[in-house]
């Protein structure tokens, strides 16, 4: 009859087992279910410590997951153990037979339990624990490791993980993955129900790890198809095969540090190599690294197959050679690559291991390239040396077998510099299908050259024989174009002398002779260029232009031709005629080239033009569709037309110099009239932000130090009070000179009255401190620099600064205000220019309430209450709004288009410059914001500002902007 308690057990164990089953259905992780494994194990044994061992592929081993109770045995986590902790025989033991083992060092004995049977591998029927004494190697192992009792239980799933440990007489399905070890530091008996269902869990544990082990291959495999598609893309989806783009994607996809792609010559066509990353010294002169003989050689392997089924100069050839050994004829791999893991061991590179010394190169996979019978060349991939750091569990030598155990097991760091990585079996394959795609991708680049190669030639071909007969019919039609542009230049220069003589307009005459000038000569741009000074001649622009559609104006384009040597300047001042038949033989400074490249001109014919003595400009006449070779009687006619350009600008002048004169005597009286106004108000405003910061700073140190001993204070008459009500608690009948005091100081009412004497003083500090802060900000009125700042925080200071104006006062009732206050970000402005902005704003609208308010009661009528309404919102990503609105009189509709103007104003003589409302324009337009009013008679007036959140003024606007 089973016990209740062993009932409870089962059902203990089933309930777990199904928790952490279901656990590992619902995870993927394998890390968050091996831990949660552990977890579960340990608080069901009671042990002070599970871990799970996993197998490295040299065979040893670290602790992947661990769950320890109250630190009775460290921890373990992430170390790393010898191989020679588990030797081989055990390891065998335990795949084939699934061997467990319990030790109890108090008794001396480990218990054997073999799940399978060694010999067939079958399930055995008994599993019971066979006890023998314990190896004393072993029992100082787990002494040193602080353990009086352990169970071992293998961890063998049934699938094949490549690069994984095996014993070499296991089957080709299981696989020594790792261990679960249980640890106790007290001595504990474990008995066969305990054991089993240890096994259970790591059961379920081994599916787990076969799952996640195939989820790893699949994820892989995607992970590789996908590098294989856009590589693929990189070599087929273009017009022309990106060879360095697909080079350097396929070096990416390996994580590697370098790459060579290597195209062998041809009949028609060199050798050309592409590369990235850190490369190896060339060979002996300058030849690519390739080129060595057995490299060469065995890139040719890939299609040489001798009778004998041998082929030489492949890898496995070369090596047998090398060890003196028979070559092997059986080829049964599809991969030709070469692949390395430490060129510096691969003996058949010692000649070529020296040009890879300067760099950290130490593994190289190479892969040929081959097309058909065809070898266009090879794919290399490089990888760098890495630095490993190991944690082992006590310290030792990897190099030498243990003789003993180790006595510690303190953690122990191994550092190894300049070591290899090697190159997996996932990799090859991934190599041999970039290869396939390399080999075609170039055999297609190779036969695109050769057939642009021959079209060249054919083209080449038509084009001289096309050029022949164009020559012999230009001949023919020489001699009568000639005869008819100088007929034409004759008439064209009539008709530029009478369009002088009939107007003294420069611009019509420069446009006239710009347009009649190009037609004639058949140039793609004439110019007529005036320099801004004609005394340095530095800089200047395009006064008329006549250019085709299909070439860039010069038109308001400011052309400093600071290339323009005084050579160049002293000869134009003598009258020298510059002629350049091709810019880019004429032997030009390279910003001259520069700026004519600009403007596409590929000839020009530069003449100066004079008024009076003064060099006042430049003719230019250009070609830009090609170079031209500028015939003497074109230059002679261009020199007419400059000199009748002289003439016209003589007379000119005269006229336009009584013209400007009255003109510059009218604007320079309304510019000092405006300019006052400006500077004034300028002054005003630079004048009261530093006297209201001022004026804040000297308030703020005084109300600082208020305000900071108030606390203090209070806590001083608090300890006050409570020692005057213990002196009175003690001593009730006081002396009668203290009572008289009392009396007459009203002592109790000074002990109620002191308190709410506090609070006000502190609620004062607090007012006259935020006062101080709005004074701070509105004083940075004066301060230029573009800043990110708060509107809101602008809005409410410059209310506090207003506020006593809208208080009620002189039989004016209190102005209500609003705020409708939308969510914004910060906003890059001149904070004390906006500031200014909103204190016109804000007090235009109280002073139009208050008028109404004044016509109210002068009318007999009952005012209306006055309501300032301010709103900000984000109309969308780059813009914000900001809205003045008042209840005041509105403004009339002949009176709203002067509202900006500069001096308008409707109020009465000394009350007001005009001069507000548009500073205020000007201030929002230099943020590329728009103001805008509106306004309905007896209704009140809105102000709505638009300004971007983010400014893209000029560099000089920014750096320097106005102050108003």
């Not at 309430?849 to 109210?856: A, F, G, L, M, P």
């Not at 507000?916 to 929002?924: A, E, H, K, N």
Request: charged fraction near 20%; glycine fraction near 6%.
């Amino acid at each position: 009859m089973q016990h209740p308690q062993d009932g409870q057990a089962i059902l203990t164990q089933e309930v777990l087992l199904h928790r952490i089953t279901t656990r590992i259905r619902q995870s993927l992780e394998l890390q968050e279910i091996l831990s949660t494994t552990v977890a579960e194990v340990r608080s069901y044994l009671g042990a002070h410590r599970v871990k799970i061992y996993q197998f490295s592929p040299d065979a040893h081993g670290i602790v992947i997951a661990e769950s320890i109770q109250d630190d009775r045995l460290p921890s373990l986590l992430g170390l790393n153990f010898p191989a020679d902790d588990i030797p081989p025989s055990a390891r065998e033991l335990y795949v084939r037979a699934r061997q467990r083992s319990v030790v109890n060092l108090t008794s001396h004995e480990i218990g054997i339990s073999s799940l399978n049977c060694p010999e067939t591998g079958n399930l055995l029927e008994s599993q019971d624990i066979r006890y023998r004494p314990v190896d004393p190697c072993h029992v100082e192992y787990l002494t040193a490791m602080g353990v009086k009792s352990s169970v071992v239980v293998p961890i063998v799933p049934e699938i094949r993980e490549t690069g994984r440990h095996q014993p070499p007489s296991l089957g080709s399905s299981a696989q020594l993955w790792g261990l679960l070890v249980s640890h106790h530091a007290d001595p504990r008996v474990v008995t066969e129900e305990e054991l089993q269902f240890i096994q259970a869990v790591v059961d379920q544990v081994s599916v787990a790890i076969a799952q996640s082990i195939l989820l790893k291959q699949v994820r892989e495999q995607a992970q590789q198809q996908a590098l294989i598609n856009q590589v693929t893309a990189l070599l087929y989806t273009s017009p022309t095969v990106q060879l360095q783009a697909a080079l350097e994607e396929a070096v990416s996809a390996f994580q590697g540090a370098s790459g060579r792609l290597y195209l062998l010559p041809d009949s028609d066509q060199i050798s050309e190599l592409y590369t990235c990353g850190e490369q190896p010294r060339h060979l002996e002169g300058n030849r690519a690294i390739e080129e060595n003989r057995l490299w060469h050689q065995y890139l040719f392997s890939v299609i040489n197959h001798q009778p004998d089924g041998t082929k030489p100069w492949s890898v496995e050839w070369m090596r047998s050679i090398y060890n003196l050994k028979e070559p092997p004829q059986d080829f049964s791999s599809d991969f030709n690559g070469w692949v390395i893991n430490d060129l510096y061991k691969e003996p058949l590179l010692r000649t070529l291991a020296p040009y890879f010394q300067n760099t950290q190169i130490r593994g190289l996979m190479i892969i040929p390239l081959r097309y058909g019978a065809e070898v266009l060349g090879c794919l290399t991939l490089c990888r760098n040396e890495v630095n490993t750091e190991i944690l082992w569990a006590g310290s030792h030598d990897p190099d030498t077998r243990q003789l003993m155990a180790r006595q510690s097991f303190e953690t122990w760091q191994q550092l190894k510099t300049g070591q290899a990585q090697p190159w997996t079996e996932g990799e090859t394959k991934l190599a041999q299908a970039l290869g396939e795609r390399f080999s075609n991708a170039v055999k297609q680049y190779r036969l695109n050259q050769q057939v642009q190669v021959l079209n060249s030639n054919l083209e080449q071909q038509v084009q001289t024989r096309t050029q022949e007969l164009q020559q012999s019919n230009t001949k023919l039609h020489k001699s009568t174009a000639e005869l008819q542009q100088a007929f034409d230049r004759q008439q064209t220069l009539s008709k530029i002398i009478t369009r002088i003589r009939e107007s003294l307009e420069l611009d019509m005459i420069f446009r006239a002779i710009a347009t009649e000038v190009r037609q004639v000569l058949d140039a793609d741009r004439v110019v007529v260029y005036r320099f801004y000074s004609e005394t340095d001649c530095q800089g200047g622009e395009t006064v008329a232009e006549d250019v085709l559609p299909e070439f860039s104006t010069t038109l308001n384009v400011e052309i400093a031709d600071r290339c323009n040597s005084e050579g160049f300047l002293r000869n134009y001042r003598q009258g020298m005629i510059h002629v350049v038949p091709d810019v880019y033989k004429s032997g030009c400074d390279e910003c001259y080239l520069q700026m004519l490249e600009q403007f596409q001109v590929k000839a020009n014919l530069v003449l100066p033009l004079f008024r009076q003595d003064h060099l006042w400009g430049l003719l230019c006449i250009h070609q830009c569709r090609e170079s031209r070779h500028w015939q003497p009687s074109e230059i002679e006619f261009i020199v007419q037309i400059s000199q009748q350009l002289g003439i016209a600008l003589q007379h000119a002048t005269l006229l336009n110099q009584y013209r400007d004169q009255a003109q510059n005597l009218s604007t320079a009286l309304d510019y000092l009239k405006h300019t006052q106004s400006l500077l004034i108000q300028s002054e005003k405003m630079s004048s009261l932000g530093q006297l209201v910061a001022g004026i804040a700073h000297e308030i703020n140190n005084p109300v600082n130090f208020i305000y900071g001993n108030l606390t203090y204070m209070g806590e001083y008459l608090n300890n006050v009070l409570e020692l005057l009500y213990l002196y009175q608690e003690d001593y009730p009948e006081p002396p009668e000179a203290i009572r008289q005091q009392a009396e007459a100081t009203d002592l109790d009412f000074v002990v109620k009255d002191l308190p709410r004497l506090f609070s006000s003083l502190k609620v004062g500090a607090e007012r006259i401190r935020e006062i101080v802060l709005s004074l701070r900000n509105f004083s940075r009125l004066d301060q230029a620099e573009v800043k990110f700042v708060n509107i809101h925080e602008g809005i409410d200071s410059t209310l506090m600064i207003l506020q006593h104006r809208t208080k009620a006062s002189s039989g004016r009732g209190e102005i209500e205000i609003l705020k409708h206050y939308g969510e914004l970000p910060l906003v890059e402005c001149f904070a004390g220019q906006l500031n200014q902005v909103l204190m016109n704003l804000i007090a235009n609208a109280i002073d139009t309430i208050q008028d109404q308010h004044d016509r109210q009661i002068a009318s007999g009528l009952a005012p209306t209450p006055g309501v300032i309404t301010l709103a900000t919102q984000q109309t969308n990503d780059d813009w914000i709004q900001i809205s003045v609105k008042d209840t005041g009189c509105g403004i009339l509709d002949d009176v709203k288009p002067k509202i900006f103007d500069p001096f308008f104003t409707t109020k009465p003589i000394g009350s007001g410059t005009g001069l507000g409302l548009s500073i205020s324009y000007q201030i929002i337009e230099k943020h590329s914001g728009k103001l805008w009013c509106q306004s309905q008679l007896e209704e009140g007036s809105e102000f709505v500002i638009e300004i971007p959140i983010k400014q893209v003024m000029p560099a000089q606007t920014l750096s320097k902007p106005s102050t108003v």
